[in-house]
């Protein structure tokens, strides 16, 4: 690593976690999470498992590539990581996540599984001042309370923020403005039902009311008089 990063990296008081877009071989790139210590060297990182269609890849790139600008835009495909984030550094679990995998709850259940807490790394500089950023954190408050952990997220241009387990927001920044914020994070093992069964058990529920209602609207239309 560069002199210069090291440089700045020394003075800091726990290890930085930083996003990097890295080359996969040609036309491919990984977005990872990467956790650095103060000498620069890499304490573990996390490879972004779900890339956003036309945005990190082109689905079918052979017969799509050439439709409008896709192909200029879009050059190169993410290659998809193959584990859950897990970032382990001075004793502390970190589950991570990447950008908007915060809006897939299998991604962010198996994070909180793997880890004592959960942080974001996002960067919607497209978005500028609409909602996104908004719904962003929205999302990261309904994951802490489904989890029962608190949840940081890091944005660069967005507003970065620190959630409770039980969803409130400790700390935030403003939206396109330098910032730093500091807070308390309580950190928890172990899963909660959520974390561990997803929607499941709620689906399961459905199936046999929706069945129970369709019996029952058969038995009356056969009882009613006149109808047939």
Not at 64 to 90: C, F, I, K, M, T
Not at 104 to 124: C, D, H, K, S
């Amino acid at each position: 690593m560069a002199a210069e990063v090291r440089e700045r990296l020394a003075p800091l008081a726990a290890p930085p976690l930083a996003g990097v877009v890295s080359p996969a071989g040609r036309g491919r790139f990984f977005n990872r999470n990467i956790l650095f210590d103060r000498d620069g060297a890499v304490l573990g990182s996390y490879a972004k498992r779900h890339p956003v269609p036309f945005g990190e890849y082109v689905p079918l790139r052979r017969l799509l590539a050439g439709v409008g600008d896709v192909g200029r835009l879009v050059p190169s495909d993410l290659v998809r990581g193959q584990v859950p984030g897990l970032l382990e550094a001075n004793g502390l679990r970190l589950g991570t996540v990447s950008s908007w995998e915060l809006s897939l709850a299998r991604e962010v259940r198996a994070a909180g599984r793997v880890g004592q807490a959960v942080v974001i790394l996002t960067n919607p500089a497209s978005y500028e001042r609409s909602a996104v950023s908004d719904q962003l954190l929205a999302m990261a408050q309904l994951r802490a309370r489904q989890l029962r952990q608190a949840i940081a997220v890091a944005a660069i241009t967005g507003r970065s923020a620190v959630v409770r387990p039980d969803g409130s927001v400790s700390a935030v920044t403003r939206l396109l403005a330098p910032d730093q914020l500091s807070a308390v994070v309580q950190l928890r093992s172990g899963a909660t039902p959520y974390a561990r069964a997803g929607d499941m058990p709620g689906r399961a529920h459905r199936r046999p009311c929706a069945g129970r209602l369709g019996d029952h609207e058969q038995t009356a239309a056969e009882t009613a008089p006149g109808v047939r």
